[in-house]
């Protein structure tokens, strides 16, 4: 009998193992051949070195193992550009681990995909996002809810509303003072990430519901709960978490859990100030709102007043819109609470080791200010608009934004979409990731020289930075909607801090040789300076410090 009659033969004898053997036979062609094409789609594109076999995923793991775990791929495809000499565009083929992505080197290309043509955020965005906040949040959203969304919330970062929350961002400077009082008597270290958090969220929840959590006082389990959301996403992002079905397991089960304490809590104060509105027959203003969450019940408000059934006890809001109003208050307090802490974190980490930078700041504030705490704290709140007169204060903030961006945006282009380089156009379509990463730029000696310097005074001319060149808060209508309200906030606890403390960074373990090519801060402060991967690039170890108030 021939090799085929004895195969057949058997298949006749055993038809359920015949067609599990030839349905795995098909899935392996099929493997096989979309990995073929894969890796050939990426053979000729500029990149780090291709391989058939693993794509880019050697080069990206060569890298990866000279840092310390978890980082975030800002410092990654920095890296990758840099030990390469890739310049503009490259591509990474990373199938069948993540995404394969484009990574953007230059200004003008990332102008043209977020400025000149932007493009929709990547559906990846909203994966990532999806388990902690929910689907549909303002900054993954695209078309007409994120329309809506964006145009329900724009007039609460108007520069008129922001310059109008100073008082409440003094008032809450307050328990921080008192906190970091107690710590310098006491020698204390403490986690200024933790501590921060805490200053940070009581002024977003008061920009967000119009009144304080109280974290910094009497704790917050909301608070707490936001936070271990986070954790449990940078768990995830474990590749031992990732692709272990019994820790995902944990994971879903303590997300639920969390979820469980978070959920009904949020909802609550949504519909307690919704009740409040009805009552009071109050339609939010637009152009005085009370706070972001009035102005995303406003129309809400409209509607059920004027049908004229004002009733508090009957009128609801359907199940999607608030499901919608959930996932962007969440959204709202991760995104304004986290980013801010972290930059809070590296301007303390910088400023320790800058005594002479920190000077400069205090003489700022005396000169614009006054050199009375009283009299300075009540010009903030009566002439907020003087915060846009310290010039050395916001370059120090800008600076340290230039060294440690919170990260990057990815988009998606249109089916047949090409970006033109250098005479050359480049495929940006099929579902890749178009990873729009600033952070190569800041670490760039064309655009900034010397680019591992703190050194605020590159904003002070007398050359102008392109605002092309600052990619920390993004560009074009998908720009960071609280990016003025966030630079507002961190100078107002800058010039409530720096005139009264100094703070120190504690256990720092510098290498004796830098990691990597693209940055010897690590030779200064060691590991800490490598951003780890969380919903945003966030400080590593949690920013340990002491703290002494000055003479």
């Known amino acids: 009998m021939d090799v085929v009659g004895q195969v057949r033969a058997a298949a006749s004898q055993r038809p359920l193992l015949a067609t599990i053997l030839t349905l795995v036979a098909v899935f392996a062609l099929q493997l096989i051949y979309r ?6 789609f990426y053979r000729n594109l500029p990149g780090p070195p291709h391989s058939w076999l693993f794509g880019h995923l050697k080069a990206l793991g060569e890298v990866a193992a000279l840092l310390p775990p978890n980082c975030h791929p800002q410092l990654y495809y920095t890296e990758l550009a840099r030990k390469y000499n890739l310049d503009g565009i ?21 102008d043209e995909v977020t400025v000149v043509k932007p493009l929709h955020q990547h559906p990846f965005a909203d994966a990532l996002l999806t388990p902690m906040v929910g689907s549909g949040v303002v900054a993954t959203a695209n078309g007409p809810l994120w329309k809506k969304l964006h145009n329900s919330m724009l007039p609460a970062f108007s520069w008129a509303h922001i310059r109008s929350l100073a008082g409440l961002m003094v008032d809450e400077c307050q328990p921080f003072r008192r906190n970091l009082d ?36 009497k704790g917050s389990q909301d608070l707490e ?13 474990d590749i031992t978490v990732a692709y272990n079905p019994v820790a995902q397991i944990r994971v879903w089960w303590r997300r639920r859990q969390v979820l469980g304490r978070l959920h009904p809590s949020m909802i609550s104060k949504i519909y307690e100030r919704f009740s409040l509105l009805i009552n009071e027959q109050i339609v939010p203003s637009r152009k005085d709102p009370n706070s ?26 359907s199940k999607f819109e608030e499901g919608l109003l959930l996932t962007n208050i969440k959204g709202l307090l991760l995104g304004g609470h986290g980013t801010t802490t972290d930059s809070l974190c590296y301007l303390f980490m910088l400023l320790s080791k800058s005594p002479h930078i920190a000077e400069k700041m205090r003489q700022e504030h005396n000169e614009q200010f006054d050199p009375d705490f009283q009299k300075t704290m009540d010009l903030i709140v009566a002439s907020p608009e003087k915060l846009q007169s310290i010039p050395y204060t916001e370059a120090v903030i800008k600076e340290t934004l230039r060294l440690f961006p919170v990260g990057f945006g990815v988009k998606e282009a249109a089916p047949g979409g090409t970006l033109m380089y250098n005479g050359q156009h480049y495929p940006i379509d099929n579902s890749q990731m178009i990873c729009v990463n600033g952070h190569a730029i800041h670490y760039n000696e064309r655009h900034f020289p010397n680019p591992t310097e703190f050194a605020p005074e590159r904003w002070l001319g007398p050359e102008e930075i392109p605002r092309s060149n600052f990619r920390t808060f993004s560009r074009g209508p998908r720009a960071c909607l609280g990016q003025n309200l966030a630079m507002n906030e961190l100078k107002i606890i800058l010039i409530m801090t720096m005139r009264d403390y100094t703070f120190e960074c504690v256990g720092l373990k510098p290498n004796a040789e830098a990691k990597i090519t693209h940055t010897n801060l690590d030779t200064v402060y060691g590991d800490i300076i490598f951003q780890e991967l969380a919903l945003e690039a966030k400080p590593r170890g949690g920013m340990m410090m002491t703290v002494k108030k000055l003479s």
Not at 35 to 40: A, F, N, P, V
Not at 95 to 107: C, E, G, K, Q, T
Not at 225 to 237: H, K, P, Q, V, Y
Request: glycine residues 6%; proline residues 5%; negative net charge.
């Open 35 to 40: 990995g073929y094409k894969q890796r050939r």
């Open 90 to 110: 490259y591509y990474l083929d990373l199938w069948p681990v993540a995404p394969p992505s484009i990574v953007l080197l230059d200004p003008k290309l990332m």
């Open 182 to 217: 107690k710590l310098a008597e006491t020698g204390e270290v403490f986690s200024l990430e933790q501590v921060g958090a805490k200053l940070v969220f009581d002024i977003i929840t008061r920009v967000v519901f119009n009144f304080s959590l109280h974290a910094q006082t």
């Open 225 to 237: 709960d936001l936070r271990e959301m986070i954790t449990l996403a940078e768990g995830a992002s």
């Open 292 to 317: 972001i969450l009035d102005l995303m019940l406003r129309e809400h408000v409209q509607a059920v007043t004027g049908e004229g059934k004002a009733n508090p006890e009957t009128a609801k809001i």
